[in-house]
C-alpha cells in the first residue's frame, strides 16, 4: 500500500510537472517575438525571393506565363515557384522554368523543354517601420539545361514605401554564366527598378518595373507596366506587359502571374 502511494504521488509530480511543461511552451510560443515587417509591393516579372522581411512560416506558390512575339517565332515560358521561410527574414525558393518555341519559318522545328532551375535564398538584414524600409542580400544559382552551364547571381535589394500607398524597389546583382562545353565565363549585371500604387486597404497596384540588363558592355532595356490584383487573402493574379527598348528582334511582350499564399 505504501509502495502504492509512493507511485501515485511519483505520477502526479510526473503530471504536474508536464503540465507546467506544456503551459511554459505554450505561452513562449504565444509570447514569441513577432519581428518588424513593412509592407512593400513587390515587381510581378522579376519577383523577390519571398516577402522582404519574410516571417518564419509564410510559404507561396506561384504559376507563371510569358508570352514573346517575335519576327521569326514565339516564344512561350511557364514557370513553377515554390517560396517559404523557414525562419525569420530569411526566404527560400524553388523554380523551374519551361520553354516553348513555335517557329514562323518552314523547315525549323518548334521546341518543348525544362530550360532552367533555380535555387534562391534572401535574408532581409535590415528592417525599418520608422523609416518604412527594408534592405536584403540574396543569392540564385542558375542551372541552364538548354545551353549546357550554370549561373551564379549574388544580389541585393532596397525597398521603401512612401506615405504608405507608393513604393519603390531597386533589385541589383551580377550574374556570371558558365558554359561547361567552352569552358568560358561571361558576366552580365542586372538592374531592376520598380515603382508601384496601391490602392488603400486593398492588395491591388499598378505600376511599372524596369527591367536593365549590362552585357557586352551594350544596356537592353524592357519597360513593364503592370497591374495586380488581390482575389482575397490567399489568392491574386497579375499582368504585365513588356516594351523592349532598342531592341529590333523582339516586340512587345506579355507576362501572367497566379500569387497563392499558401
Known amino acids: ?11 502526479g509530480v510526473f503530471l504536474m510537472t508536464w503540465i507546467l511543461s506544456f503551459s511554459t511552451s505554450a505561452q513562449a510560443q504565444e509570447s514569441r517575438t513577432i519581428p518588424d515587417k513593412v509592407h512593400h509591393a513587390e515587381p510581378l516579372y522579376n519577383d523577390l525571393v519571398r516577402d522582404l522581411g519574410a516571417r518564419k512560416g509564410e510559404k507561396e ?14 516564344e512561350y515560358g511557364y514557370l513553377m515557384e515554390y517560396e517559404f521561410a523557414p525562419i525569420d527574414r530569411l526566404g527560400l525558393e524553388v523554380e523551374t522554368d519551361f520553354a516553348y518555341s513555335k517557329s514562323k519559318v518552314a523547315g525549323i522545328a518548334s521546341s518543348n523543354e525544362l530550360e532552367r532551375l533555380r535555387l534562391s535564398s534572401q535574408y532581409s538584414f535590415y528592417v525599418s517601420k520608422k ?3 527594408t534592405l536584403a542580400v540574396g543569392y540564385t544559382q542558375i542551372f541552364n539545361f538548354v545551353e549546357g552551364g550554370t549561373a551564379f547571381n549574388p544580389f541585393f535589394v532596397a525597398a521603401k514605401s512612401w506615405y ?3 513604393h519603390t524597389l531597386l533589385y541589383t546583382g551580377s550574374e556570371i554564366a558558365y558554359h561547361y562545353k567552352s569552358g568560358k565565363a561571361q558576366m552580365n549585371w542586372q538592374i531592376n527598378t520598380s515603382f508601384h500604387y496601391t490602392l488603400p486597404q486593398t492588395d491591388h497596384f499598378i505600376g511599372i518595373e524596369v527591367n536593365q540588363q549590362l552585357a557586352s558592355g551594350r ?4 519597360l513593364r507596366p503592370q497591374v495586380k490584383l488581390g482575389i482575397n487573402d490567399k489568392l491574386a493574379i497579375g499582368m504585365a506587359v513588356g516594351f523592349p527598348i532598342g531592341r529590333k528582334e523582339e516586340t ?3 507576362f501572367f502571374r497566379l500569387i497563392y499564399q499558401l
Open 164 to 166: 504608405s500607398n507608393w
Open 252 to 254: 512587345i511582350s506579355s
Open 61 to 74: 506558390f506561384n504559376i507563371g506565363a510569358d508570352i514573346t512575339r517575335m519576327r521569326r517565332l514565339d
Open 219 to 222: 544596356l537592353e532595356t524592357t
Open 1 to 11: 500500500m505504501k509502495n502504492n502511494n509512493i507511485r501515485i504521488k511519483c505520477s
Open 131 to 133: 523609416h518604412a524600409t
